[in-house]
Each structure stands twice: as C-alpha cells, then as structure tokens.
C-alpha cells in the first residue's frame, strides 16, 4: 500500500499560490524573494527518487506539462506514472498520465502501489484529500514570506481537526525551514 504525501512550497502564512510563477501578483516567491540555498531543496531531489507516481489537479498539471517534460532535473518524475484529478481533461499530453475522476480513485490508485504518490501543488486537491483521509503525510518547505492573499494549502471553510506528527525538521541558512509531518490516525 503505498503513502500519499503531499508536498508543498508554503510561506509562513500557509500561502501555496504560485510558488514558481503563475497569476498570483507575488507569483516566483520562492526564488524571487528568498536567496537560493541549495541545502533547503534537498527534500525535492529525495522525493523524486523516492517516489512511486505523482498526483495533480487539472490546474497543476496545465502549469507542469508543457513545462517539466523538458526539465532533465525532473527526469524520473517524467518517467514515472502521472495522475491527474480532473473531470474536464479527457486526452493528457504528458507522458505516462493518466485522467483519475475521483477520491475513489485516487485510493484505489494509492493502495496499488509500493511507493508514495507525491501531490505536488494542487492545492484544492491536497484539500479534498485532507477531508477524505488519503493524506498521510506533509512535506512543507516553509519560506519566511507573509503573502496575506492567495491559495491556502489548509483551507478554513472546514471545521476538520487533524492532529500531525512531525517526523523530520530543519533550517537553512535562507530561513526556509523544512518540516516534514505524518497524519496521526
């Protein structure tokens, strides 16, 4: 049975928009207002190795797919089996994708496999998969930035309590902390 992580870009005020570009009027935060340190990113090198397939919404996967395929740095991502969450999207281009149209999918797909299945941006899936329990762990890459505005990975419209363990943790040089949590069931 493989585990559903969901990893994130977030900034200290649970802000996941845009991250590396997008419509947010901050859109690029991670490299535009914090110094790169290689060190924080480490955690991003390990998941792509680590992992058994990846999860996005149609929105994520819009952004990523014209993109990421041309990235050598995401190789294996690109060789791995790709989900897609959408019920809009009918003929993905990507590589090895396929189109999943529910949760109830999505558990079917997770027990299957032998590795995590990475949710990479996504915010309103990671959400929906928060509130139907696939969730089993968090790897957040928290950068010093307050956006105020913007798409929350914890969204407040639901009266959901979770209780998280944190399993790994560190900070780096750039003030970018790394805080990795599994969802106690």
Do not use: C
């Not at 397939?53 to 952004?63: D, F, H, I, P």
């Not at 309590?161 to 599994?182: P, S």
């Amino acid at each position: 049975m493989g585990q559903l992580i969901v990893t994130e870009f977030i900034t200290l005020d649970g802000v996941v928009d845009s991250p590396g570009g997008g419509d947010h009027p901050h859109a690029g935060w991670t490299f535009r207002q914090v110094e790169f340190d290689e060190a924080a990113y480490e955690l991003k090198d390990r998941e792509q190795k680590q992992a058994a397939a990846m999860l996005l919404g149609r929105v994520s996967y819009e952004e990523f797919a014209p993109v990421w395929p041309a990235m050598e740095e995401f190789a294996e991502y690109n060789a791995m089996p790709k989900y897609v969450v959408s019920s809009r999207l009918t003929d993905p281009q990507w590589h090895n994708t396929s189109v999943l149209r529910s949760l109830a999918e999505v558990a079917r797909v997770k027990d299957s496999l032998d590795g995590p299945l990475l949710v990479h941006g996504s915010a309103t899936l990671a959400q929906g998969l928060a509130a139907a329990g696939l969730v089993d762990r968090y790897h957040l890459l928290v950068f010093p930035l307050l956006l105020g505005a913007g798409r929350r990975l914890f969204d407040d419209s639901a009266d959901t309590l979770r209780r998280l363990a944190l399993v790994e943790h560190e900070a780096y040089a750039n003030g970018v902390v790394k805080a990795v949590y599994d969802v106690v069931r």
